[in-house]
């Protein structure tokens, strides 16, 4: 074969490779809009991201592999390749990485849980204690204030007849 038909065939078969790994990356988005809820807005710009970095790409490829020039071939070659992708791997890939996410997610819930749960018990106790000896200050403060007062009065008494 030509050197150039072989340059053309590369090129297609690097089009359709494009095509998956873009198609791969925007199921990451999927999967993470599966485990955390998303907004409109927050929605609208990760699209935003997304799609400017793969325009960014395909420009970095079509730049370096063909001089800048865009052929239809290219853009038939990465829809081959997003098609593919989409109807071979990207159903089972989101639903088996989504929940074996969620799995990770609820067993790292679960030990920190765990791990918490001794620690609430201590703040329990210090928070309780933090009030029994806020409440016994109060008491001995109003006591000694009591005692003070009455201390005072009778020194005023005293001074007072003298």
């Excluded at 370096?64 to 081959?80: K, S, Y």
């Excluded at 159903?91 to 749960?117: A, E």
């Excluded at 000896?133 to 005023?156: A, D, E, M, P, V």
């Amino acid at each position: 074969m030509s050197q150039d038909i072989i340059q053309e065939v590369t090129f297609f078969l690097h089009s359709i490779v494009m095509g998956i790994v873009i198609t791969f990356v925007y199921d990451w988005f999927l999967i993470l809009r599966k485990l955390i809820r998303h907004n409109l807005f927050w929605l609208s710009f990760e699209d935003f991201l997304f799609w400017a970095a793969c325009g960014l790409g395909v420009f970095y490829m079509l730049y370096r592999e063909n001089n800048g020039v865009l052929r239809w071939f290219t853009v038939l070659g990465a829809m081959l390749g997003m098609i593919f992708y989409k109807l071979v791997i990207s159903k089972p890939f989101i639903h088996i990485m989504s929940t074996c996410i969620y799995k990770i997610m609820w067993f790292l819930f679960r030990i920190i849980q765990i791990i918490v749960k001794p620690l609430k018990w201590l703040f329990s106790v210090i928070k309780r204690f933090a009030i029994f000896l806020k409440n016994k200050s109060r008491k001995c403060q109003n006591f000694i204030k009591n005692k003070l007062t009455g201390i005072l009065k009778t020194l005023k008494i005293v001074l007072c007849k003298h």
